[in-house]
């Protein structure tokens, strides 16, 4: 079965404390992406890769931290310097940058 | 700074009736224009797209009218079903920071609820 595998789909961190949200794609897609959603707030782009080992910011990249070492995978960090995470976190893929995005289930991370 | 606007942020429709959204957009990498719908607690899915070599294209209950030279396009849905009830989401690929690859930018979406 083709598609996008996040994982966990529940998270919960505490004050001060990384963590890594997982992305892995089995469409053969270059192009991999993260979104944050909060309410009202639509789809804000957080990083994005386009290659391996070569990533981009995205509008919101402060507090978060991603790699691309195979191009299957784009895990994304939150570190303890992104001082607002509890959201809902979107991975999702491309082909080529001007077609169709697959996106992920999606993990919703929430500060306890 | 927003670089896709849309509009309304919710929209409340009867059973039957028709629902729409317009969104508003800046400089374009590429011609292509998509629409997701969203569940809650899901991952957004591609609904409907348009490449604007026409100004119109339907599937189905779902229509996206494009208007190039006002950079504006719209979502219609048509006999709008309680099925129908999600946020929809609109879709640019602007150009980004002087890039000529482009990324899609997302318009803040809008929460739609078909009353029955």
């Known amino acids: 079965d083709g598609g996008i595998t996040q994982s966990p789909k529940y998270l919960f961190r505490k004050e001060g404390q990384n963590v890594t949200l997982s992305c892995e794609q089995n469409l053969n897609h270059d192009a991999m992406y993260w979104y944050r959603q909060d309410p009202g707030q639509g789809l804000r782009l957080i990083y994005y890769?386009?290659?391996?080992?070569?990533?981009q910011k995205g509008d919101i990249a402060e507090g978060y931290s991603v790699s691309r070492e195979k191009k299957e995978s784009f895990p994304l960090t939150v570190t303890s310097a992104q001082k607002n995470p509890t959201a809902f976190y979107l991975c999702?893929?491309?082909?080529?940058?001007?077609?169709?995005?697959?996106f992920g289930q999606g993990t919703r991370l929430t500060v306890v | 700074q927003q670089q896709v606007k849309q509009s309304p942020q919710s929209l409340i429709v009867q059973k039957g009736g028709i629902s729409i959204i317009n969104c508003a957009y800046e400089n374009t990498a590429f011609d292509y224009f998509p629409w997701y719908q969203q569940f809650p607690g899901k991952g957004p899915a591609l609904l409907i797209a348009i490449r604007p070599d026409v100004s119109e294209k339907k599937e189905g209950r779902f229509t996206i009218s494009f208007n190039k030279s006002a950079k504006q396009f719209s979502l219609h849905i048509m006999d709008s079903q309680p099925g129908d009830s999600a946020t929809y989401f609109c879709a640019a690929p602007l150009t980004d920071r002087g890039s000529t690859l482009g990324r899609l930018y997302f318009g803040r979406g809008t929460q739609l609820t078909v009353w029955p």
């Open positions: 999702a893929t491309t082909h080529y940058p001007n077609t169709e995005a697959f």
């Open positions: 890769s386009q290659i391996v080992n070569d990533f």
